[in-house]
């Protein structure tokens, strides 16, 4: 009798999981099957999604109202079965919250009016901001999602990596070089490192607040870390990533350093549980770098989802067999791409969940 009542008190966090594989794979305990969730699983390849989606004023109202943002995170859950949920929102909430807000172009992406290439620039940033009260609704949205999921299954808080947010704020769009970013680390590699520590300040702050809000897992996105050598990607992407994972130890985090293949030895490094692999990643070279210290996370090219129904089942079996241990996780090797079948979507989850370990 105690138990019913006294659970409503106890913090969000600390109730039980249902489904608890997302999180056991990352601990490298003991699984029955693999867990299974695609990045980007929130989102439009869902009619659902689009349903929500088409009733607001666009992309940011979503992110930024709770209810909503809690409604599509758990989508996937109902409509997929996947084994974790991710909280619907976007990296670039980060660099609005230091004081460069974006507005999100319809079918062209983000821009920012303001970016920052010069020292000058620096002053558009706010310095010691109240990450609580700015990214408040990403809180919210993840208080809710929790309470609404009852412990189905874990959910994912997340951030860009450093490197990759550094590239919005000097780029101000999207970019297939990046090269204003690039061209940074050469002119003036003092001014990277100012910006890339101020990002790594609120990132921490950011990610501890979204454990408290009741994430229980947390991954960071380099998207762009593929476009530095290992030199510079040591130099401007992992210093960065490794004072944010030694900030949160003990919690399952997932770095996705995408792209960044040379930089795979110094990725063993980190002090986190798990690496996200892109579709290009060899992931039985990359379980003989860890060995059984980290769960590796992946990597299904995401291309394969345009295949038959066939191909998505016997490239998901090729996937499964060459894991030569019980510590992954299966995702895609990047995002699923909006205009995915999701009938492919179930094909591709259903094989992972009967295939027998
Ligand atoms: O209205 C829409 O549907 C716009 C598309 C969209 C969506 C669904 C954007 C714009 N962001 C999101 C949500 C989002 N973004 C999630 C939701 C949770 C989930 O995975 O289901 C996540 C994790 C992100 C993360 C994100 N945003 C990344 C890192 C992951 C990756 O794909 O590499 C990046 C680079 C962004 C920036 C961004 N947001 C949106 C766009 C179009 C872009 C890319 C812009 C570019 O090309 O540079």
Redesign the pocket.
């Known amino acids: 009798m105690i138990g019913e009542n006294f659970s409503e008190f106890l913090p969000l966090h600390t109730m039980e999981l249902k489904n608890d594989l997302f999180l056991r794979a990352h601990r490298g305990e003991a699984i029955e099957r693999y867990p299974v969730w695609l990045?980007?699983?929130?989102?439009?390849i869902l009619p659902e999604y689009r349903a929500v989606?088409a009733k607001l004023s666009g992309?940011k109202e979503l992110v930024e109202t709770p209810e909503f943002a809690a409604e599509v995170t758990i989508q996937p859950v109902d409509i997929l079965d996947v084994d974790a949920a991710?909280i619907?929102?976007?990296?670039?909430v980060v660099p609005e919250a230091m004081g460069l807000t974006y507005q999100?172009i319809e079918q062209k992406?983000?821009w920012f009016e303001k970016t920052i290439r010069t020292r000058e620039q620096l002053s558009f940033l706010d310095q010691e901001i109240d990450v609580q009260e700015r990214l408040s609704y990403v809180f919210e949205a993840l208080k809710l999602t929790k309470k609404e999921l009852a412990g189905r299954v874990p959910l994912i808080g997340?951030a860009?990596a450093p490197w990759?947010i550094l590239c919005y704020m000097v780029e101000g769009r999207?970019s297939k070089t990046f090269s204003e970013s690039r061209k940074l680390l050469y002119t003036d590699p003092d001014l990277a490192h100012e910006l890339l520590s101020r990002i790594t300040d609120v990132t921490i702050q950011y990610l501890k607040a979204q454990l408290n809000a009741g994430a229980d897992a947390l991954q960071l996105?380099d998207?762009w870390a593929g476009i530095l050598g290992r030199e510079q990607y040591t130099e401007f992407g992992l210093k960065y990533i490794s004072k944010i994972v030694d900030a949160i130890p003990h919690v399952p985090l997932t770095v996705f350093s995408?792209g960044a293949i040379a930089s795979l030895p110094d990725l063993t490094e980190l002090n986190c549980s798990t690496l996200g692999l892109d579709w290009n990643m060899n992931v039985v070279e990359t379980r003989k770098m860890v060995g059984e210290t980290k769960t590796l996370q992946g990597n299904l090219d995401p291309c394969v989802l345009y295949g038959s129904q066939k191909l998505v089942e016997l490239e998901t079996i090729k996937l499964l067999k060459s894991f030569e241990s019980q510590r992954h996780i299966v995702n895609l090797g990047?995002?699923v791409y909006p205009d995915i079948d999701p009938e492919k979507v179930k094909v591709f989850i259903k094989t992972v969940k009967n295939y027998e370990i």
Do not use: E
């Open positions: 990045m980007r699983q929130a989102g439009r989606r992309f991710i619907f929102s976007d990296i670039l999100m992406g983000p997340f860009g990759t999207g996105f998207s995408k990047h995002g």
